[in-house]
DNA sequence: CGTACGATGTTACTAGCGGTAACCCGCAGT
DNA sequence: ACTGCGGGTTACCGCTAGTAACATCGTACG
């Protein structure tokens, strides 16, 4: 049937257009933060914005189909580190750094992906409470659960423990990762080692302060 | 002077005022979640928006006035938890359980402080990179890399390891608070003695899975 | 060949937002 | 009586996301 035929190569088309206006929106968010507006995207594509509308059903349509390309870029990159065969204390802080370099040289970028800008459907649906953290996190948080439910062996009930440290350390990447990238009061590397540090236990094991009572 | 004396019984009915404003607006924001229009927030009050603007500037501000509030509250709550006199590992757990109460009483205004929904003057100023953590975390970060270093003897260089650390220990609480708040998997309970295993150290502690080549 | 369809594109609009200018009123002090 | 000022209003601006209606070109089908 030529039909078909005809409709497929409209439809690869059609992917190519799109793939053209998530550059061009790609660029706007590049330069203008996570509050690009859906005129100023369509002006860099040389249209308007029906045509945005039309490929992307809404603003939180666009966003999101942008932010799967950068989740998953990131992903694949922290899959590599964490993945890397040495030992374990070096992989944690080869993931680390890549989290931190990813944000480090694309900041623009990790702002959008963080900033939803509550591009959401709910609102209606009674309450939604909670629903605040960007899908990028949630989805790091559960890959990182899976790999150290495969990696370890956590005994029975490990399954949630895994989930609970892998939301943990992707939550403490974000929080000391924003404010490192605000402040920069040291280097990649050191950022890497003090986290690291932390995750090793360090909190617990080192001496109280000379003076205090002692806990 | 009766002017001194009027002027300041004026100041404090607009004091007065102030607070009746702040609260509908929370009555409001507690209703609304963090998009509450002006527009509701003036009606709830009773009157209209350019009262609200006289009193508060902007947006931003009227938010950074509620903010403030909840805020010092919940830093309070903190506070005790984290002096109380007890062992480190009770302390620590305290802490992380007070968090989470806070968050699991009060999900409306948590998500309201953790979503500051972009009350920033900056965007003139040069690219104002990485700006997007919310105040109330960047605030707990330090607090409690003060209590680090107040209480803990970190050697040279102390100082920067407790902020890496504050920063860090409030990021994990925040994400896997919101993923908990979100998928309620487990207790609160549950929750605080995973977080505070994952702080002593038994990501490093425990064993490899059987099978995988031993790292 | 004509025609009907489908995708591309436009202009012009709605509804609502944050924010502001101009004006009104009542009440204290001189 | 007049002036100043804080509380309050209406009416507006410029912006945003999103949509309806209309025009256009290419291509498969009778």
Redesign the interface.
């Known amino acids: 049937m030529e039909r078909t035929e005809r409709s497929g190569r409209q439809h690869s088309t059609t992917e190519r257009r799109r793939r053209e206006l998530l550059e061009a929106a790609e660029r706007i968010v590049l330069r203008d ?3 690009a507006s859906m005129n100023a995207i369509a002006a860099e594509a040389g249209i308007t914005k029906p045509i945005l509308y039309r490929h992307f059903g809404d603003k939180g349509g666009l966003y999101r189909a942008l932010a799967l390309r950068h989740t998953d870029a990131l992903l694949a990159n922290l899959a590599t580190a964490l993945d890397a ?5 070096d ?2 802080e080869a993931t680390l750094d890549a989290y931190l370099l990813a ?1 480090e040289s694309q ?2 970028v ?2 959008f992906l ?2 939803p ?2 591009g959401d459907t709910a ?1 209606e649906t009674g ?1 939604d ?5 960007a899908p990028l ?2 989805r790091l ?1 559960e890959e990182l659960a899976k790999v ?1 439910t ?5 005994g029975p009930g490990g399954e ?2 895994a ?3 892998g ?10 990762g ?5 402040e920069r ?2 280097t990649r590397e ?2 890497v080692t ?2 690291a ?14 003076g ?2 002692g ?1």
């Not at 409470?129 to 953290?133: A, D, F, M, N, W």
């Not at 939301?167 to 000391?176: D, L, T």
């Not at 540090?197 to 000379?210: C, K």
Request: proline share 6%.
């Open positions: 933060g996570p509050d065969p040495v030992l374990r204390r992989r944690v944000i900041p623009q990790y702002r963080m900033h800008s509550d609102s309450f409470v909670g629903r605040h953290s996190l949630r948080g150290i495969d990696r370890l062996d956590l949630l423990t989930r609970v440290w939301h943990g350390i992707v939550g403490m990447m974000h929080g000391a924003d404010w490192w990238l605000r009061p040291c050191q950022l003090q986290l540090d932390l995750l090793w236990g360090q909190l617990a094991a080192v001496a109280d302060r000379e205090g009572p806990f």
